[in-house]
């Protein structure tokens, strides 16, 4: 399968700490991209980052990417009640196709 | 900018019945992408267009399921008949083609349950 892992599966954390979910894959990329899905909605895109890139921020947000050991990882500051959702990588392989993860289900406890 | 729209949000239905799906992509988003995606999973592909030509539905149970994009706009994606492990979202996104291999706009997804 060319599905990308995501690990934790769940991670439930309080509000106020740092929530880091990672992503493996196993073929080359072009780019690598997180999304969030809030229950019951569609998908959100958060970020993406370039396979020529090794970090980026956007707010809250910051991503890695270490195309050498094939993964990257989602992390989020200072986490808030609405940052309760699951999140799932999704990375554009070098033939154009859009492989998923399974997603990591985060709770942020009050 | 209007989103991706999707109707209808929610429908049940009795086994070996059919049932349709309809996705209004972003205004000049010439990609259309349906998902499938079971509770507690990632999206599955079934179908993917580009205008009003098929690029990918390797993946699409084609004895039950069904797409259409006949004017490179709007989208159809029918079930029937439909068994119980039906029971699922169904997303559709669209991507625009500037600027290469970027990310997708989601719809708010249509639920089936499969009695």
């Known amino acids: 399968s060319q599905q990308g892992e995501e690990d934790p599966q769940a991670l439930s954390i309080q509000e106020g700490e740092n929530a880091t979910m990672n992503c493996s894959y196993k073929?080359?990329?072009?780019?690598l991209q997180w999304y969030r899905q809030n229950s019951g909605r569609g998908l959100v895109h958060l970020i993406l980052i370039r396979s020529n890139e090794r970090e980026k921020h956007s707010g809250r947000l910051r991503v890695t990417l270490d195309t050498s050991k094939k993964s990257s990882s989602l992390l989020i500051t200072a986490s808030r009640a609405a940052d309760t959702a699951s999140y799932f990588c999704?990375?554009?392989?070098?033939?154009?196709?859009?492989?998923w993860g399974a997603g990591t289900k985060l709770i942020i406890k009050p | 900018e209007a989103g991706v729209a999707q109707s209808p949000r929610y429908k049940i239905i009795e086994k070996r019945q059919s049932v349709a799906f309809w996705c209004n992509p972003i205004?000049?988003?010439?990609?259309l992408y349906w998902y499938q995606q079971i509770l507690g999973q990632g999206p599955k592909l079934l179908i993917q267009?580009?205008?009003?030509?098929?690029?990918?539905d390797s993946q699409l149970p084609k004895d039950r399921f069904s797409a259409e994009r006949l004017k490179g706009v709007d989208s159809t994606l029918k079930i029937q008949p439909a068994k119980l492990e039906d029971s699922a979202v169904y997303l559709c996104?669209?991507?625009?083609?500037?600027?290469?291999?970027?990310?997708?706009?989601f719809g708010e997804g249509s639920r089936l349950t499969v009695l």
């Open positions: 267009f580009q205008n009003n030509g098929v690029v990918d």
């Open positions: 073929t080359s990329i072009n780019n």
């Open positions: 999704a990375l554009w392989d070098s033939n154009y196709q859009l492989i």
């Open positions: 205004s000049g988003h010439a990609t």
């Open positions: 996104a669209s991507r625009g083609l500037a600027g290469g291999l970027r990310e997708l706009f």
